[in-house]
């Protein structure tokens, strides 16, 4: 038996997200997700796009969005937030919630564990020198490991179908080129695939695990799914709008728990304290960003810092979180 209980539905009404913590909230969100633009904008020649999946280093690393959608119905915009883009790792926040929907908490993390690692997202040294289940899902070995947890004859499907939900965008769709590149180049995840098998981690066949992990990594997205996913986090798994409920509460918790502590690989302890809204980002230049009873952020900047996430979308979020006191711990006064 899991940990958590599953609570009771509740009411749209009781949902409803208090009032925004701004005033004259509109036209300030506004100014300032343009003022944050101009500072990510500073900082996009700084980094380099992704080029071990040779897909990806045909993206512009100028380009810069980002999109916000707020619990009480407002959607802000600026930049290339329409410019569509592959999810990534920003897809392990989705494999999370649809291995906790139907594998369970308990058979999920007798295979992954919960815990930061430190190491890049890509590394294999700990599954060997520590322990063979790897630290979290939030890194590539733990999301493998998470992908062959799902059950079904068409788990991929199921996949779509949830990122299709929580997205709120029924036109999400499969990047054929993106998840050829990456299958082809995937070697590193296919070696910690293979040792994961030899230590029963994985139990099925790790290239169908690997296979689904390419796929589920390649779904292009822009800004505005990812702010609309996180909105929904942010709702507690509820849409604001329609008032159904899309995600069960205790695993909105469990995902946005992880955002926070490694949401953004081996950065994610300097984000928590510079920029503190629960982040998960993507090596195709997105991020996805949940603020607690307030609003959705979803950026995009494919320029990338060493660790692997977007230099321009982590700029442009720290600013935003200064300017709208966005830090979990923004306290009263600035
Ligand atoms: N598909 C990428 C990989 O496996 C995801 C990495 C990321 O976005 O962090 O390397």
Not at 188 to 195: E, L, V
Request: hydrophobic share 35%; charged share 20%.
């Amino acid at each position: 038996m899991s940990s958590f209980s599953v609570p009771p539905m509740r009411s749209a009404s009781e949902d409803l997200p208090g009032p925004l913590m701004r005033e004259g909230a509109e036209g300030d969100i506004q100014g300032a997700l343009e003022r944050a633009l101009r500072e990510g904008k500073r900082y996009t020649k700084t980094g380099k796009v992704a080029t071990y999946i040779p897909e990806l280093s045909k993206a512009n690393p100028e380009h810069i969005g980002a999109c916000i959608k707020t619990l009480t119905g407002e959607t802000y915009h600026c930049g290339d937030w329409q410019e569509p883009f592959t999810i990534q790792s920003i897809s392990k926040t989705i494999s999370l919630t649809l291995a906790l929907q139907t594998a369970g908490y308990d058979m999920l993390f007798s295979k992954v564990g919960l815990e930061p690692t430190g190491d890049s997202f890509n590394s294999i040294v700990k599954l060997e020198t520590k322990t063979p289940h790897p630290l979290n899902p939030m890194i590539n070995a733990g999301a493998i490991a998470t992908a062959s947890c799902i059950p079904g004859d068409d788990p991929f499907e199921l996949y779509m179908e949830l990122a299709k939900r929580v997205c709120l965008n029924d036109d999400l769709s499969l990047n054929h080129d993106v998840y050829l590149s990456e299958k082809l180049a995937g070697m590193r995840n296919r070696s910690m695939a293979y040792w994961m098998k030899s230590e029963n981690i994985i139990e099925g066949d790790p290239e169908e695990a690997l296979d689904l992990y390419f796929r589920m990594c390649s779904v292009n997205v822009t800004a505005e799914d990812l702010a609309n996913w996180g909105m929904v986090l942010a709702n507690d798994g509820v849409d604001p709008t329609s008032g159904t409920r899309l995600v069960e509460s205790w695993i909105v918790r469990i995902v946005k728990t992880f955002m926070v502590t490694c949401g953004m690989y081996d950065g994610s302890g300097e984000f928590a304290v510079k920029v503190g809204i629960p982040s998960k980002s993507g090596v195709g230049g997105g991020i996805l960003s949940a603020v607690e009873g307030r609003m959705g952020i979803g950026v995009f900047n494919p320029s990338l810092d060493r660790k692997g996430n977007s230099i321009g979308g982590m700029r442009l979020l720290e600013d935003l979180s200064k300017s709208l006191r966005l830090h979990y711990f923004a306290g009263k006064q600035q």
